[in-house]
């Protein structure tokens, strides 16, 4: 069976900022992590490009909706995933007929058994989240919207509809849903989201409108073409189409359900009760868990374009780099907690735990192989119980970097799991000092020697393969400067659970002391 993981697919309404990335990039470092364990791996991301809110920026920007979407797609969204060094293995867009032919289908098939009527309906609907909002949940404006009822997540003023429009029986599977999450209590992470879903819940459900007739920008419902079907029922189902539903049955059969879906904290409720709601009224299966990021904040607020708080990560990348980037964001927050960006955090931490503690341990054991050793890795006559504690000390991270990342989702641990043990090998040299083990010219001294410096580089070739998923430029830097692809192979190609085997760098082997991994920051540039 495939190892599956998504990301939301993401609005084109606009260019995509830190808080798309950080969720996309969590999805990245997960999926590269399960290929490093040797699984079947497949890492979906794509573009939502239908609804009110798509249609409405585009005839803001004075071309069509799908001309908008080529556009933004084309010149922002996947040159971006590129640029990030993001290794998706699909790229969907709601506008392919291979996913609009699938979503007919698979709403006709609901409607055939009776799973949707007709009905009408007037609530306040918020265009910026494509969805009706409850009256208990919406805020009262204050300034230039004082008197108006406001989005609590967009503080925009929502608009009252009334439409007659086709409803899904939601309602009908409060039960059946409150019955899953307590048989599988890890389905919704963390656990602050899975209470607030499962009160949610509890409340009871109301029927979901999944149509709209007012504009004719989406998918048409099949049997009633002066509808198109509601933008979250179009998006929903992208994770079943691209992986061949009712299209390619052996793709389908052996990738679906996901095994997780990373999504933001504000897409919760769609994932985690009208999702699996619909999976469970085709017959489907539901997906294994559903985890929610928290928000990026800068300045006290949520980042997103609406808040004018927006950073492009194009703006952090060209100072600090890509790798450092992918690093950053996934060491100092917490995934599934809200976390604030500080370009002076961003900054202390570069410079105190790349820079100094994992590139200059880099830096310093190539530089030493090459002048004791001519660039030649010596071979380790002389272990003790310096060594030993190394070699532990990787086995623990290794185990623990492997539990935290590939099972709970824990990037923060598994990365800090890692550095301690970067730290530890940096404590390891400075105790052992070679530089003066080097004065000793005997052979019990050039044995010692050669086992300091053997067991450093050992342990670096272990860090490269476990930073992989997290800095794959950066660890491909260091697996050449180690010269292991000659006797190893491919860095892609290393197994996290052989990561912790001591020896595998073969003694003879060439190092090189290649370009500084974390070069020094210049002055912060204005953005």
């Known amino acids: 069976m495939t190892y599956y993981v998504t990301t939301p697919i993401y609005y084109v309404n606009d260019a995509p900022h830190l808080g798309h990335a950080y969720t996309t990039l969590a999805a990245d470092v997960l999926a590269r992590w399960h290929r490093h364990r040797g699984e079947d791996v497949w890492f979906l991301t794509g573009t939502d490009e239908h609804g009110q809110k798509i249609l409405r920026t585009a005839q803001a920007n004075g071309v069509g909706p799908q001309e908008w979407a080529d556009r933004l797609v084309n010149e922002s969204w996947q040159p971006l995933w590129e640029h990030l060094e993001i290794a998706n ?80 029986k939601l309602s009908e599977y409060t039960d059946r849903l409150l019955d899953h999450y307590e048989a ?11 209470n607030e879903v499962v009160n949610f819940v509890r409340q009871g459900l109301q029927d979901l409108s999944i149509s709209r007739s007012t504009f004719d920008w989406g998918v048409k419902v099949p049997w009633d073409d002066r509808h198109v079907i509601y933008v979250w029922i179009d998006a929903l189902l992208n994770y079943a189409t691209a992986v061949g539903y009712n299209e390619n049955p ?13 999504v933001g904290k504000d897409i919760l409720r769609f994932h985690a009760i009208i ?69 002076e955090d961003f900054s ?12 200059n341990l880099a830096s310093r054991v190539a530089a030493m192989v090459g002048r004791y050793f001519g660039g030649e890795l010596p071979v380790a006559t002389a272990d003790g119980e310096a060594e030993r504690a190394i070699h532990h000390g990787l086995a623990r991270a290794v185990a623990e970097a492997d539990r935290r990342i590939g099972e709970e989702l824990d990037f923060q641990g598994g990365i800090l799991a890692v550095f301690d043990f970067v730290r530890q090998v940096n404590g390891y040299i400075t105790e ?29 070739r272990a ?65």
């Open 432 to 460: 052992q000092e070679p530089w003066k083990v080097a004065k000793d010219d005997s052979e019990a001294g050039r044995a010692r020697l050669a086992t300091i410096l053997y067991t450093a580089a050992e342990s670096l």
């Open 250 to 262: 052996a793709k389908f059969e052996t990738t679906f359900p996901a095994d997780v879906h990373l």
């Open 89 to 168: 293995d699909d790229f969907i867009r709601t506008t392919q007929r291979r996913h609009t032919d699938r979503v007919r289908e698979f709403v006709q098939d609901l409607h055939d058994k009776g799973e949707i009527y007709k009905d009408s309906y007037e609530g306040p609907y918020c265009v910026g989240c494509e969805e009706f909002k409850l009256p208990g949940e919406l805020l009262d404006g204050e300034g230039e919207y004082a008197g108006q009822k406001l989005c609590p997540i967009h503080k925009k003023p929502v608009e009252l509809l009334k439409e007659e429009n086709y409803f899904f």
């Open 348 to 359: 202390a931490r570069y410079t105190s735990e790349l820079a100094n503690d994992y590139g």
């Open 275 to 343: 999702w699996p709601a619909m999976l469970m009224a085709n017959g489907l299966p539901l997906p294994g868990r559903i985890a929610a990021n928290g928000w990026l904040m800068v300045g006290g607020e949520k980042m997103s374009k609406s808040n004018l708080t927006g950073i492009k990560p194009q703006d952090l990348t060209s100072h600090f780099g890509v790798d450092a980037y992918r690093w950053y964001f996934l060491r100092a927050i917490a995934f599934g907690q809200d976390g604030s960006f500080s370009w």
């Open 184 to 194: 599988n209590p890890g389905f919704i992470q963390p656990e602050s989201a899975r």
């Open 463 to 527: 860090i490269a393969v476990l930073l992989n998923p997290v800095m794959p430029q950066t660890s491909q830097k260091l697996w050449d400067s180690l010269g292991a692809e000659a006797s190893l192979g491919r860095l892609a190609d290393q197994r996290i659970q052989k990561a912790a085997q001591w020896g595998r760098l073969p003694a003879g082997t060439t190092v090189t002391k290649g370009a500084v991994l974390f070069p020094r920051l210049e002055e912060r540039p204005t953005v």
